[in-house]
């Protein structure tokens, strides 16, 4: 069975190159498209997705409130955020939001096929880095989810270790 996808662009250009892309991909399929945050909360409401993939700055809601909104439906929901800023303020608020992934709309179509296949096997942040400056970004977000990882391993041996 295909990963069912939701993206989220407001630039319908953008958008229908998502789509291309992904429905390329055979291991997925874009379930859903929609070009504004409200539509995409509806959506959200009525059924869970395998994958999101969500620009950030959208004109009718904060894409952080988008993925706040999702967070609170799906804890464990893969949300791939593909966004024109590269701050490291912004990568920062992305990754204390839990995003599993960062694309850069600078990227190649390869880097969104990667970080989707990424985000469906593996359970660490991915963001590709081609220029050195980003490479902290990058390392950055590993470290994050790493740690975050750890202290979950850390509870569960502990809770194990409570239990006998």
């Known amino acids: 069975m295909k990963a069912e996808l939701l993206v989220v662009d407001d630039h319908s250009l953008i958008l229908e190159g998502i789509c291309k892309i992904v429905n390329k991909m055979p291991e997925v399929t874009v379930a859903d498209a929609?070009?504004?945050g409200k539509q995409a909360i509806k959506l959200i409401e009525e059924r869970d997705y395998d994958v999101y993939i969500l620009d950030i700055s959208i004109p009718d809601i904060s894409g952080f409130e988008l993925i706040a909104k999702i967070r609170?439906?799906?804890d464990q929901a893969k949300i791939v955020v593909n966004t024109m800023h590269e701050e490291i303020w912004m990568v920062n608020r992305l990754v204390q939001?839990?995003?599993n992934a960062v694309i850069l709309k600078s990227s190649a179509h390869a880097e969104l096929v990667a970080a989707i296949r990424s985000?469906?096997?593996?359970?660490y942040t991915h963001l590709r880095a081609h220029e050195t400056g980003r490479n902290l970004v990058c390392r950055l977000l590993l470290e994050k989810k790493k740690k975050k990882k750890r202290k979950q391993q850390k509870k569960?041996?502990?809770d194990i270790s409570q239990d006998q």
């Open 34 to 36: 929609v070009t504004s």
């Open 72 to 74: 609170e439906l799906n």
């Open 97 to 99: 939001c839990g995003v």
């Open 119 to 123: 985000v469906l096997t593996v359970s």
């Open 156 to 158: 569960k041996t502990k």
